[in-house]
């Protein structure tokens, strides 16, 4: 794992207070993933900070609090496993964002996939990817991946579930970009 050195890391003095924050960034609209991975229970987490960071190589990224339940799968994990949520997809979402449940056993729908990574059944679309680096960022870490493989849902009209003002959303397409 990669740790910011102190003296790179911003000037906390300068930053805006916790509240302030939290507001500013319910403003910001998100698709809503399940980042899972294997182990003993597998572990899975509901997860907005999911984003493509570059073409060459191909690299994404999430974040993860490290007190999260899943944290101590996900550091040791050689394979994850992104799911964008379908946009009826709110009880999965809500499944894996609740705390001190099996996950896995409530949701029911997945399979083993690429070392044991769990994979699950009826998402927007999933992306398997090999973990590249770890790195700590105050009290989360940012997991850096390159995709492997991924599938997609066949219709193409079909949309994402949405995270914005600390509620689940659906978007909707414009009518010019759905196929007829």
Known sequence: ????????????????????????LR???????VVTAAGEPPAGFTATSFTSVSLEPPLVSFCLADAASAARAVA???TVAVHVLHRDQETVARTFATRGIDRFATHGAWTPGPDGVPL???VLARII??????????????VLATPISGDSHADPAATPLVYHAGEYGRFHAPEASRTP
């Open 1 to 24: 794992m990669t740790v910011i050195p102190r003296h790179h890391a911003p000037d906390s003095s300068l930053a805006i207070d916790g509240d302030l924050f939290k507001t500013l």
């Open 27 to 33: 403003r910001h609209a998100a698709a809503v993933v």
């Open 76 to 78: 040791r994990a050689a």
């Open 120 to 122: 699950l059944d009826g």
């Open 129 to 142: 990817c090999r973990v590249a680096r770890r790195v700590r960022a105050g009290d989360h870490t940012i």
